[in-house]
C-alpha cells in the first residue's frame, strides 16, 4: 500500500489481534522503520524494549485494569457507561509488545535544535512511534497505543535506568482485521474532528484559505 492509504488506515488496535507469533523479520523491519524517524539534533533519543515475556504482560496488564477502574471512578454515570463498552488494551493477544522510551541526556550537552524548546526530544520519539505504527499497517499488522499506566511502574517493570522516560507500551503484531471506524467513533465516545475546523489562515481563528487547485 501506498504512505497515504497506510495513514487512512491505520488504527489504534484493542480486540483485533490474533496472537500468533511474530514473525522476527517482520518486527525487525518495524523496528528499523522507527529507528529511521527523524529527530532533533540527529539525536535518536528513543530505545525499544521488546517484551514477549507472558509474566511481564500479565504484570502490565493488571495494572492497566487498575489504572482503568480509576479512571472510570472519575466520570459522570452517562459516560462511565460508554466507557464501561470500550476495550482500552490488546495487551494479552498481542503478539508482542514494544516499550518505546525517551532518554533526554542523548546527545547533550549541546542537542541542535533543542536550546529554546527542549521538548523537541520527545517529539522526536513520538515520529519513531508514528513510523513503527505505519510500517506495520503496510505489512498487514496492528498497533495499540496504551497509555493507562504510572510512568514509575513501568520504568520499574522493565528496568530502566533513572534517566529514562516511558513514552508508549505498544501493543503489536499480526491482526484480522482493521476497524474502517476508529472504536472511540464506533462506541460514541467522542466524534472525528473536521479538517476545516483545524486550518486556521495567518491568524488563530481566521477561517482558511481553500488551496488553488
Not at 94 to 118: N, Q
Not at 132 to 145: C, D, F, I
Not at 169 to 175: E, I, S, T
Request: glycine share 6%; net charge negative.
Amino acid at each position: 500500500m501506498d504512505l497515504y492509504e497506510a495513514m487512512f488506515r491505520r488504527r489504534d488496535v484493542r480486540g483485533q489481534f490474533t496472537g500468533e507469533p511474530a514473525d522476527p523479520s517482520v518486527l525487525s523491519r518495524l523496528l528499523a522503520a522507527a529507528h529511521a524517524a527523524p529527530s532533533v539534533g540527529l539525536s535518536q533519543p528513543w530505545d525499544f524494549v521488546v517484551i514477549d515475556d507472558d509474566d511481564l504482560k500479565q504484570r502490565f496488564w493488571t495494572h492497566v485494569q487498575e489504572e482503568r477502574s480509576r479512571f472510570a471512578a472519575s466520570l459522570d454515570p452517562e459516560r462511565a457507561d460508554v466507557f464501561a463498552a470500550i476495550k482500552i488494551d490488546g495487551v494479552l493477544e498481542a503478539s508482542v509488545s514494544v516499550v518505546v522510551t525517551y532518554d533526554p541526556e542523548r546527545g547533550r550537552p549541546a542537542v541542535l535544535g533543542r536550546h529554546t524548546i527542549d521538548d523537541a526530544g520527545l517529539y522526536s520519539v513520538c515520529l519513531a512511534i508514528q513510523n513503527l505504527w505505519l510500517a506495520a499497517t503496510a505489512e498487514g499488522w496492528g498497533v495499540g497505543w496504551v497509555s493507562f499506566y504510572d510512568e514509575a511502574f513501568l520504568a520499574s517493570l522493565v528496568g530502566l535506568p533513572a534517566a529514562i522516560r516511558p513514552v508508549a507500551w505498544l501493543c503489536v503484531g499480526p491482526v484480522s482485521h482493521l476497524e474502517t471506524v476508529p472504536d472511540l467513533e464506533r462506541h460514541g465516545w467522542r466524534d472525528r474532528r473536521p479538517l476545516e475546523a483545524a486550518v486556521h489562515h495567518n491568524t488563530w481563528g481566521a477561517t482558511a484559505r481553500t488551496p488553488a487547485s
